[in-house]
């Protein structure tokens, strides 16, 4: 029932930051995990971070571990990735989603939105 809608994307120099937003309506926002998820061209989509609902935990990919920052405010009923030091190869749509009970697996048929698109040039 929770629907989830990105934004923040855009096109980001190499090293630079940006942030992406993701706001939940209906559901119960407050008590699931969150997470980011990416797909780039010809590559299968991946898991890039998780937050536990309390945002007392936090889970990120290798590749983005010390660059990229996850959090959540359920007040607002949205979570964040803060992304620094961006890279090329981080270029990609960027997806949020409901974490499973894997915490780096959303949950079983994910309602997967537009994403938002990050581009990070040379």
């Known amino acids: 029932q929770v629907q989830l809608v990105e934004s923040g994307g855009g096109l980001v120099q190499a090293g630079g930051p940006l942030r992406l937003s993701c706001v939940a309506s209906g559901g119960t926002f407050g008590w699931y995990s969150m997470g980011w998820f990416r797909q780039a061209p010809g590559k299968d989509r991946e898991f890039v971070a998780a937050?536990?609902?309390?945002?007392?935990?936090?889970d990120y990919a290798d590749s983005v571990k010390g660059r990229f920052t996850i959090s959540r405010d359920n007040a607002k009923k949205t979570v964040y990735l803060q992304m620094n030091s961006l890279k090329p190869e981080d270029t990609a749509i960027y997806y949020c989603?409901?974490?499973?009970?894997?915490?780096?697996?959303?949950?079983?048929?994910?309602?997967w939105g537009r994403g938002a698109q990050v581009t990070v040039s040379s």
């Open positions: 989603a409901l974490i499973g009970k894997n915490m780096r697996a959303p949950t079983e048929n994910a309602n």
């Open positions: 937050i536990e609902w309390s945002g007392a935990t936090t």
